[in-house]
């Protein structure tokens, strides 16, 4: 009898975990004021909303502001290194950072980021690193470099995308090639505008265009044409205007965050790729009724798995949005939510700059309600394996105690979590 209640017990806990999604996330503070990193002291960061990036090794990039030995002031740096800022000197010059500087990193953990050269002159720079890769001046593909625009993009072999101005048009270029200009022809039209960009690592170009001859924003391909315009039709939703471009996948998925339309005309939010819906308004995670799509970041990675910041409705409080309760979600799970608390301290927002890598880890940065600031990597806590749950069936019948339903890492309102 006792055999064949452990043999239930073990099955029916199999079934129900082979089952399920992916599990909770563990939230671990990766850096904050105090923290040491190179020999610079991280004293704090802007109120801008820069970006993260994390790769696949679980290093994260980001802004913050240090003091050290070359001085003080905005750095670009990881949890594992300084690379660059501070009064630091790379590849012969001091880089310094404006009004909302950008970066972007590779697996290879290649850091791109654009920079004026010297503090207190003009010219800026492009750097993956320390190296300089790119000035204003150069001549890349025949064309002259008069200004460096952002945000830079990087794949894990190395291209960097990055859009300039030259004398004759503003284009898109490699470190060695122009890619696109305004006023060519292309997919039949004429590139009026191009705005944001990506590349996956088999160097597949996508970017957000607009041509003299469409009333309306587009996303295309250099190698496919235009693949999403406004006022086509995904799944009985009609795409009203692009909010947001979060990337392209190695099967050349694009990800966007749309404003769209229903079959009854009702106005709703959604994210989609070229032919797919990945979530709607309205739709549920976690248990929660998602009432807003929020901020103009959405990622895809990989392996099918997508991560976006949603809201609910919270009358009365003060978070990113004003009387909404912002929530990060990931791989269908909760990753965190404003009003948790992390490391002992109440979180007043969540910024709108996350990214998430192939192995669905997610990385952010968080205001607490004293106004402090930290950056933020959540990891996916894995399923148990068939011979760990068969190990907890053999102990759950020796002790003879009664099963209780396991704590969550994954925080709710005021719900601690551990560092």
């Known amino acids: 009898m006792k055999s064949l209640s452990f043999l239930a017990v073990v099955a029916a806990v199999f079934v129900f975990h082979s089952s ?8 671990q ?13 991280i004293t704090g960061f802007s109120s801008e909303v820069l970006n993260v990036a994390i790769n696949n090794d679980r290093e994260v990039a980001f802004f913050a502001n240090v003091a050290g030995p070359q001085g003080s002031g905005s750095g670009v740096m990881t949890q594992r290194r300084f690379i660059a800022g501070a009064g630091k000197v790379v590849d012969g010059h001091v880089p310094s950072f404006g009004d909302e500087p950008d970066l972007v990193m590779n697996n290879l953990g290649e850091v791109a980021y654009r920079a004026n050269l010297d503090a207190g002159q003009s010219g800026r720079g492009l750097y993956v690193n320390e190296t300089l890769l790119v000035r204003d001046g ?13 945000p830079p ?27 696109i200009r305004e006023g060519q022809s292309f997919d039949g039209l004429t590139l009026h505008s ?9 160097g597949e170009v996508a970017f957000r265009a607009e041509f003299d001859e469409f009333q309306g924003g587009t996303i ?55 032919d797919r819906i990945l979530f709607r308004q309205g739709d549920i995670v976690a248990g929660i009724e998602v009432s807003y799509i929020t901020g103009a970041n959405v990622v895809l990675n990989d392996n099918g798995e997508f991560a976006f910041l949603g809201a609910i409705d ?25 009003q948790d608390v992390l490391d002992g301290k109440i979180i007043r927002f969540v910024y709108p700059n996350f990214d998430m890598n192939d192995r669905g880890d997610v990385a952010f940065r968080v205001v607490f309600e004293d106004f402090s600031q930290a950056v933020v990597v959540a990891t996916p806590i894995p399923e148990p394996s068939s011979a760990a ?3 907890l069936g053999v102990l759950f019948l020796l002790a003879s105690r009664d099963m209780q339903r396991p704590g969550r890492d994954c925080p709710t309102r005021n719900e601690e979590v551990v560092r």
């Open 20 to 27: 399920a999604s992916a599990g909770p996330f563990h939230l």
């Open 29 to 41: 503070i990766v850096a904050e004021a105090g923290d040491v990193i190179d020999g610079r002291t």
């Open 138 to 150: 150069d001549v890349i593909d025949g064309h002259t470099i008069l200004t460096l625009g952002k």
């Open 153 to 179: 993009r990087i794949n894990d072999a190395g291209t960097v995308l990055f859009v300039a101005q030259t004398p004759e048009f503003d284009g898109l270029f490699s470190q060695s090639t122009l890619l």
């Open 194 to 202: 191009r705005g944001d960009m990506h590349i996956n690592t088999a």
């Open 220 to 274: 295309a391909t250099l190698g496919d044409g235009i693949v999403l315009r406004e006022g086509d039709v995904i799944a009985g939703l009609t795409v009203e205007r692009i909010r947001g471009f979060g990337g392209i996948t190695n099967d050349g998925d694009i990800v966007t965050r749309i404003a769209g339309s229903g079959i009854d005309g009702e106005p709703i939010a959604f994210i989609a790729t070229q």
């Open 314 to 338: 919270a009358p009365g409080e003060n978070g990113y949005f004003r009387d909404k309760r912002g929530i990060l979600f990931a791989s269908g799970q909760l990753v965190v939510s404003e």
């Open 389 to 391: 749950l068969a190990a």
